[in-house]
């Protein structure tokens, strides 16, 4: 049982006779709690992701107010708050996560008092937990070349799976939404795809000659030995005829960069970062790539603007005129 929290609006002196919470007693707030996710998926339009990652977090908020014997929206104070935030510290919760589980109860409480359950937002005065933002881990141009031209091998699988690479790297695409994607959703006389992102939101994105063609040859090619006159609406599929999960697709991607000879093991979301990363290397503007990306804050983007030690050093030894010899 996790230690009394004294804050305004919560008994000190507990009744000692009270017995302690089970894990089978009800959570407090539930049909509230309930209503609230209606509001996230209805009127916010969060993707099934995040929505699923806020359920979780206000679940062990309702957790934590059940240990602390508190039951009314109404006697949860900053102090209580607080200590929360410090339960899930000890609890050895990365800053991220803790960022994010007090921005979902910052979004229950908003929501408490739409309603007119609360008259406070207590979250108010508390500051968010703050967290290094990290680069993106991206492939070089040399290692994602050598990852896309791999030598091809004679199975309707390879075919696949050379052509879900290619789309990854060329669209920038989630997972989610390469393994998700249909063939209503595929332009490849024109060049690009249309998807569905985060919060259902829509975008297009081109893919080029060479993603275009490897899509291409693998419909007309592989894709009929995979499905054997069964019919599926999504492109890229499985001899049972149903979409590869993502743990499958990361597993062949970890394959294919080990045949490639790459050292270090990408993830598909690298091959995302490496898309932004190169395009604005070779001058593409933000606003294009936050497009491409399906970011709605170009904030999200800026993080691919950075570059590397090396390249600093080549620019400033190339251009600081007193790097420049004396005569």
Not at 85 to 98: F, I, P, Q, T, W
Not at 186 to 214: F, H, M, S
Not at 246 to 254: D, E, H, I
Request: overall charge positive.
């Amino acid at each position: 049982m996790l230690p009394a929290v004294t804050n305004e609006g919560v008994s000190e002196n507990r009744d000692e006779a009270s017995r302690a919470p089970q894990e089978s007693d009800p959570l407090p707030l539930a049909p509230l709690v309930a209503r609230y996710c209606d509001d996230l998926r209805i009127a916010r339009g969060l993707s099934r992701h995040t929505l699923s990652a806020y359920q979780r977090d206000v679940t062990v908020f309702q957790r934590y107010l059940r240990d602390q014997q508190v039951s009314d929206p109404r006697q949860v104070s900053p102090p209580l708050l607080a200590a929360f935030l410090e339960y899930l510290h000890r609890g050895g919760l990365a800053a991220s996560s803790r960022a994010r589980a007090l921005a979902a109860v910052r979004s229950l409480f908003r929501f408490l008092k739409q309603e007119g359950v609360v008259s406070a937002n207590p979250t108010v005065s508390l500051r968010t937990t703050s967290r290094a933002r990290r680069l993106p881990k991206t492939l070089s141009l040399e290692e994602v070349t050598s990852l896309l031209e791999l030598p091809a091998r004679a199975v309707p699988e390879d075919q696949r799976d050379r052509a879900m690479v290619e789309v990854l790297y060329a669209a920038g695409l989630r997972v989610s939404e390469l393994i998700t994607l249909r063939m209503d959703q595929c332009n490849l006389e024109v060049g690009y795809v249309g998807i569905t992102g985060k919060g259902d939101k829509q975008r297009v994105v081109p893919i080029g000659r060479p993603a275009v063609a490897e899509v291409q040859a693998y419909v007309l090619g592989a894709r009929p030995m995979l499905l054997k006159q069964r019919a599926s609406r999504f492109v890229f599929v499985t001899r049972r005829g149903t979409p590869l999960t993502r743990q499958a697709f990361w597993k062949l991607l970890r394959a294919r960069a080990q045949r490639a000879g790459i050292a270090r093991i990408p993830s598909p979301h690298m091959l995302r970062h490496s898309f932004a990363t190169h395009l604005l290397q070779r001058g593409a503007d933000l606003r294009s790539v936050q497009a491409m990306l399906g970011h709605a804050d170009i904030a999200t983007t800026q993080i691919y603007t950075h570059v590397d030690a090396a390249q600093l050093k080549k620019v400033h030894t190339a251009c600081f005129p007193r790097n420049k010899s004396r005569r």
